[in-house]
């Protein structure tokens, strides 16, 4: 269900981004260039359908469990809004890992806003490599991400950690005697 989502959504990606309707369609959820949680459903309403019509496709073609759908709705939307986050989840070295590479990452769907020509894919990066429509820093980009994540982490730490504060303000007691 969500490999057959996958490449009905890569394509149809693709489609929207051709240049001919880009602007009447997908233009709409483009207008944010460093998008968020609420970017997710910023959708044409021609958009919106042809998102919602892998519904249908998936319930007459593929038998599935009746609590697939609600799992399958939950990851889609999961993977929607994290790709809007502008925040990186995943650890260093995910992009880089021989099985996690083929997943998506939030620094993925984000860069697609930026370089709207690369990132096409939704949950893996399947058909992005296929295709070779992957941001070709896309990796370099991650793990600055993460780098900037672990920075502003290390700072806000060392501003809430009380232990610090003590020991500075010791360190200075100790400068004054
Ligand atoms: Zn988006
Ligand atoms: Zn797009």
């Known amino acids: 269900m969500i490999a057959l989502h996958d490449t009905y959504y890569y394509w149809t990606h693709r489609l929207l981004h051709?240049?001919?309707?880009?602007?009447?369609?997908?233009?709409?959820?483009?207008l944010s260039l460093n998008?968020?949680?609420?970017?997710?459903?910023?959708?044409?309403p021609v958009e919106a359908l042809l998102d919602v019509s892998i519904i249908?496709?998936?319930?007459?073609?593929?038998?599935?469990?009746?609590?697939?759908?609600?799992?399958?709705?939950?990851?889609?939307?999961?993977?929607?809004?994290?790709?809007?986050?502008?925040f990186e989840f995943f650890p260093s070295g995910f992009t880089q890992h021989k099985i996690f590479k083929w997943h998506n990452t939030p620094t993925h769907h984000n860069m697609h806003h930026r370089y709207a020509k690369y990132n096409f894919s939704i949950y893996f990066n399947f058909w992005d490599r296929v295709m070779k429509t992957n941001h070709p820093n896309y990796e370099n980009a991650f793990e600055k991400?993460?780098?900037?994540?672990?920075?502003?982490?290390?700072?806000?730490?060392?501003?809430?950690?009380?232990?610090?504060?003590?020991?500075?303000?010791a360190e200075q007691e100790e400068l004054l005697n």
């Open 18 to 30: 051709w240049k001919k309707i880009f602007k009447y369609v997908h233009k709409t959820h483009h």
């Open 35 to 44: 998008p968020t949680p609420f970017s997710a459903y910023a959708l044409h």
């Open 56 to 86: 249908p496709i998936i319930v007459f073609t593929i038998p599935y469990h009746a609590s697939a759908i609600t799992i399958f709705s939950a990851y889609t939307l999961g993977m929607n809004v994290l790709g809007h986050t502008g």
């Open 145 to 169: 991400v993460i780098e900037q994540r672990n920075t502003l982490k290390a700072a806000a730490a060392l501003e809430n950690d009380p232990l610090e504060i003590n020991m500075s303000l």
